[in-house]
């Protein structure tokens, strides 16, 4: 759980409560002080005369508390002036009548929580005060934000819930409000409401025109992930790209796209080309080392020599791959002495496709090309492919979309991905998400 996940401070509320009606704004132990509010018979009412008899006690207790802080008393010698705090603050909180009154003990109720690090009794205090009516409209979604804060410490799960959902869909600017949300719907076993909250904190954030921070996209995907959530860890996986699209997340991604399909080599293949098109590769060699292994196995040099080779360098010089490992040394010498052989044969091959009656030649074709890093012929041999049908419509439409992200047309790229079904759906989805950065400015 995030740092920003702790109880606010008492630097923030003492903030909260410096608005001219919070605690500090009321003096009931003299009767001359009593007297003199009474008359005022302002907009924020009155006491009533049992809450100031009652609460003389807890007054006296403040007011010795106040000047032991400004003496610099420690936190101990603060602990002790509040010994009988707790019964004299219930006494005041039975004898409330007013608007007033309520303010008064729940301001209380905060200052002393604070200082004896009683959050029930802080939550207690928060909710009075804003039950009082008299938070100022400014302020209302700072004082919901602080009582859900109070209510998640407290482990008042439904509280804090009830708390931070009008903060959160208002946009309140303390980010981890939407985490904490979140994760007292997840502490009650409620997943599906937990994204639910920080897809609402997102719309939110976005209405506003402003960034969404990327710990909510985490957030989201720690609580999908671990509660597998298939469709829900994909989505929000490949929003996070979206928006932060950084090597680290596509990895992230990618793995999360696998772990919840159903690929074959020819999957994995295009997720391997993902990641190598994205950056995603570009991480530290003990989070990307079995990535280039599974690349390799997917494009088969057999098959794809050109591609196995391009992958295997690209390893070896990142320091991923080790020249000497068995597995690679044996890709490495097939692939290099079957491009020479390959590439001689692809002039008869494109030939054969282009007068074959369906399209499994121009399919193998557009493949070749493709693995050769010749889009413009890759993307034309899978249009006609896909024109002459008996292929994988699928696989067909996701390696025209690369082609197509290969030579730039972004747009064209997208509208392939859409088309895509099946087992495929969530891997083209995140490659039209790599189109859609590509085609940022």
């Not at 019964?87 to 729940?106: F, I, N, Q, S, W």
């Not at 690209?314 to 097939?334: E, I, R, T």
């Not at 496709?353 to 399919?363: E, L, N, P």
């Amino acid at each position: 759980m995030r740092a920003t996940f702790g109880l606010i401070g008492k630097t923030a509320m003492a903030l909260v409560l410096a608005t001219g009606i919070g605690a500090g704004a009321l003096t009931v132990g003299a009767t001359a002080a009593v007297a003199k509010e009474k008359e005022k018979k302002d907009a924020k009412g009155s006491y009533s005369k049992e809450f100031v008899a009652a609460a003389g006690p807890i007054q006296k207790t403040m007011t010795a508390l106040d000047e032991a802080k400004k003496k610099g008393a420690s936190a101990d010698e603060q602990k002790a002036l509040l010994a009988n705090a707790t019964a004299e603050l219930g006494a005041a909180e039975a004898a409330v009548k007013t608007p007033l009154d309520r303010m008064a003990a729940g301001g209380w109720g905060v200052s002393i929580g604070g200082t004896l690090n009683d959050v029930a009794m802080r939550q207690r205090g928060m909710k009075n005060m804003l039950d009082s009516g008299l938070v100022p409209a400014d302020k209302m979604m700072e004082y919901q934000f602080f009582l859900g804060n109070f209510a998640y410490g407290n482990k008042d799960f439904p509280a804090a819930i009830a708390a931070l959902t009008p903060v959160v869909q208002a946009n309140y600017q303390d980010e981890s409000a939407a985490e904490l949300l979140a994760d007292a719907y997840a502490q009650q076993k409620q997943y599906p409401q937990a994204l639910e909250a920080l897809n609402m904190a997102v719309t939110a954030r976005k209405a506003a025109g402003a960034p969404v921070p990327e710990g909510w996209f985490k957030r989201a995907n720690v609580i999908a992930y671990q509660n597998k959530l298939g469709p829900q860890a994909v989505a929000w996986s490949t929003m996070m790209v979206e928006n932060y699209p950084n090597a680290l997340n596509w990895l992230a991604a990618a793995q999360l796209v696998r772990e919840f399909g159903t690929f074959t080599n020819q999957e994995s293949l295009d997720l391997g080309r993902l990641l190598l098109r994205s950056g995603g590769l570009q991480n530290d060699p003990k989070y990307v080392e079995r990535e280039y292994v599974e690349y390799i196995e997917a494009a088969d040099p057999r098959r794809l020599p050109g591609e196995v080779v391009k992958v295997g360098d690209m390893g070896l010089k990142a320091g991923v791959l080790k020249a000497n490992d068995p597995f690679l040394a044996d890709a490495m010498s097939q692939a290099k002495g079957r491009i020479g052989p390959d590439k001689a044969s692809l002039p008869a091959l494109d030939r054969e496709a282009r007068a074959g009656k369906d399209g499994k030649s121009a399919m193998a074709m557009a493949d070749a090309y493709l693995s050769y890093d010749e889009a413009a012929k890759a993307e034309e041999m899978y249009k006609m492919a896909i024109e002459k049908g008996g292929i994988d419509k699928d696989r067909a439409l996701t390696r025209l979309g690369i082609a197509q992200v290969d030579l730039d047309k972004f747009e064209e790229a997208k509208a392939s991905f859409a088309q895509v079904g099946g087992v495929r759906a969530p891997l083209a989805r995140l490659w039209s998400a790599f189109a859609t950065t590509q085609a940022m400015p």
